[in-house]
Structures are given as C-alpha cells and as structure tokens.
C-alpha cells in the first residue's frame, strides 16, 4: 500500500468518515475554501400530496362516522355537503393514517 494512502486511511478513521466524504469535501474546499466546508442551508421539502389539516379532520371524522366508506365514497359524500375534497385527498387521508 502506497504511503499516502496509508496516511489517508488514518486521517478518515480519525475523524470517522468514508473516503468518499473526503474526496467530497476535498474538492468542496479546493473550489470554495473554507467557506465550502461550512453546512450548506437546506430548503424545506414540499410535500405535494400534503392535505391541510382542517380538511384532513374533516375527512377522519366522518371515516369514524362511516367506516365501510372508501376514499372515492368520502370525497363524493363530503362534496354533497359542500365540502370540496377530490378523490384523491380522501385517498392520501386513509393511507397516511394506514386506512386503507
């Protein structure tokens, strides 16, 4: 085993990291400077499937009212009380609370 390699493998173990890290932030320091060794800011993911909670309520309430209703049934029997839920909405209610 080469020298360097040797040297390499000790400072990864040091700070427990992989050499994939290493090289990785390796070359994040070469572009950026210590400035690219600071944490990046994540942004906050979006959650397109996400219901709103007051609809969401709405939804669950009436499965407990009702319980042999399936999604497409909540949706269309909400929408006759002028409650506006798609089909899909009541779907993602019941498998987020393992409904369906």
């Not at 932030?25 to 499937?49: A, C, H, M, S, W």
């Not at 219901?51 to 029997?77: F, Q």
Request: proline fraction near 4%.
């Amino acid at each position: 085993m080469h020298e360097n390699t040797k040297i390499l493998l000790n400072i990864c173990k040091l700070f427990n990291i992989s050499r994939t890290i290493y090289y990785v932030q390796l070359e994040r320091f070469i572009k950026l400077g210590y400035l690219g060794l600071v944490d990046k800011v994540k942004r906050k993911t979006k959650i397109p499937n996400q219901i709103k909670p007051d609809k969401e309520k709405i939804i669950l309430n009436y499965i407990i009212d009702y319980p042999t209703h399936g999604p497409r049934r909540v949706a269309h029997e909400l929408r006759q009380q002028k409650i506006v839920i798609s089909d899909i909405e009541g779907f993602w209610s019941f498998a987020k609370h393992w409904l369906y």
